[in-house]
């Protein structure tokens, strides 16, 4: 069923996904933030573009619970200036804080139709220890060492990003990258085609970083230098493809948040 949408004629059937499973997806990417470890309690988000200037994007409601939590009610959609739809709106339902944080990054790159913030301890901690990001592993994690190769820019502030002119120079430290840390702060990826799999793809990038900060802190702890790996080992990584990257990935991630869902009683 197509639905209209205040502002923004195309209908959601271009997009090539059904709409309430794409809430779906976003609620079960929050949940696997938590799992992972990626978000502590209530903090992070997921966003997922839904027009040329509208998104879902989870927030949240009276009865909060933290994204271990997160159900398909806590994604709504609103536009690029935060207003939210006026179908499918829930009572007490606010947008994060850092709405700006996706909506900047969705209105200069079009090519963007996902975007996760999440806050995992190992990469705020190697971002303020100022460590760099190199390729230090190969087959051992060859996402992360893609990153590491191509360059993981790092956004220096550690501000709460609630305002257009806030989220503009993170944006802008972005670039045409798909993840950029923010000092202090956590981190911030992306992913472009169809929203769903985008869901996806800025997932696992965001566990390909935090696991590149663990190793690095780990290595940094030995009191080792930091050595990248040798340009011709990197040259024999190869890239895996979504079928394997992300797809299989997303599988597993959705079969670890399926253990600790949102009908699992509070501890």
């Known amino acids: 069923m197509t639905h209209g949408v205040p502002g923004d004629e195309a209908p959601r059937e271009e997009y090539g996904y059904e709409y309430e499973a794409l809430r779906e997806r976003v609620a079960v990417a929050c949940r696997v933030l938590a799992v992972t470890g ?17 998104l879902l994007v989870r927030g949240r409601g009276p009865r909060e619970r933290g994204l271990a939590f997160t159900v398909a009610d806590d994604v709504q959609e609103v536009d690029l200036d935060g207003r939210r739809a006026e179908h499918g709106a829930t009572d007490g339902w606010a947008p994060p804080n850092e709405l700006p944080l996706h909506t900047e990054i969705l209105r200069a790159r079009p090519d963007v139709t996902a975007v996760v913030h999440a806050h995992p301890p190992a990469v705020v901690a190697a971002s303020v220890a100022g460590l760099p990001w190199l390729p230090l592993v190969g087959s051992y994690d060859i996402p992360a060492a893609r990153l590491a190769r191509d360059g993981i820019p790092v956004w220096p502030r550690s501000a709460l990003i609630r305002r257009r002119d806030l989220a503009a120079p993170m944006t802008a430290a972005l670039g045409d990258r798909p993840v950029v840390v923010l000092r202090g702060h956590g981190l911030v990826t992306v992913g472009t085609g169809d929203p769903a799999d985008a869901v996806a793809t800025a997932i696992t990038l965001a566990l390909a970083v935090n696991s590149l900060a663990k190793m690095t802190l780990s290595v940094a702890a030995t009191g080792a230098p930091l050595r990248p790996i040798s340009d011709e080992d990197l040259a024999e990584l190869p890239d895996l493809g979504p079928s394997f990257t992300t797809t299989t990935m997303w599988h597993h991630l959705e079969a670890r948040a399926a253990q600790e869902g949102p009908s699992t009683p509070l501890r």
């Open 38 to 54: 990626l978000v502590e309690h209530i903090l992070g988000h997921v966003s997922a573009r839904v027009g040329a200037e509208r």
